[in-house]
T-cell receptor, first 116, second 113 residues
């Protein structure tokens, strides 16, 4: 079963608009972490934002915020005032224990394209 | 502060050969993880090293191995290469594994002919 689900394979957004990238997760752990990464066409993975399962406040980092709804197991990324440089693949990831191991599991990603 | 450095950036090998990829983590980071990224399978966790010991492991065959040195630098080795091993191999480092963000290198793009 998919641990991390990103239902939007691709999105097109007008420059300066806000965009929400969806992410739902599945875990039975009480303690876990949720991450968002950006991967431009050049290939490097850039860490954007982190939310711990016990954090009561939604995480924010500049133009990025994470809409964390624990009961619904969703961790959507919100980018305010989108810019052309935001065009990239975006991956949601979860850190959890898996048969005694800790691992980071990634979703399939959303390709975001910002239109001028 | 220098980021995660992976070498080489690109590599071309033939089936049956072996390959060693290198990763230098951010200074002070003791955890190094390796991932394989392919269009079909996405990003998959290979293994994690911490203080020279493999601490976590994904579901890859034994042809994939790694090690970590006392300076936290890590190497990944793939033996008896197969066509399906063609991928972008990403290394990531963090202060510790427990809910710390991992910082990724630019990756090594391995092509198997």
């Amino acid at each position: 079963a998919q641990k991390i689900t990103q239902t939007q394979p691709g999105m097109f957004v007008q420059e300066k608009e806000a965009v929400t990238l969806d992410c739902t997760y599945d875990t039975s752990d009480q303690s876990y972490g949720l991450f968002w990464y950006k991967q431009p066409s050049s290939g490097e993975m850039i860490f954007l934002i982190y939310q711990g399962s016990y954090d009561e406040q939604n995480a924010t980092e500049g133009r990025y915020s994470l809409n964390f709804q624990k009961a619904r197991k969703s961790a959507n990324l919100v980018i305010s005032a989108s810019q052309l440089g935001d065009s990239a693949m975006y991956f949601c990831a979860m850190r959890e224990r898996y048969f005694g191991n800790e691992k980071l599991t990634f979703g399939t990603g959303t390709r975001l394209t910002i239109i001028p | 502060k220098a980021g995660v450095t992976q070498t080489p950036r690109y590599l071309i090998k033939t089936r049956g050969q072996q390959v060693t990829l290198s990763c230098s983590p951010i200074s002070g980071h003791r955890s190094v993880s390796w991932y394989q990224q392919t269009p079909g399978q996405g990003l998959q966790f290979l293994f994690e090293y911490f203080s020279e010991t493999q601490r976590n492991k994904g579901n890859f065959p034994g042809r994939f191995s790694g090690r970590q040195f006392s300076n936290s630098r890590s190497e990944m080795n793939v033996s008896t290469l197969e066509l399906g091993d063609s991928a972008l191999y990403l290394c990531a480092s963090s202060l510790d594994s427990a809910n710390q963000p991992q910082h990724f290198g630019d990756g090594t793009r391995l092509s198997i002919l």
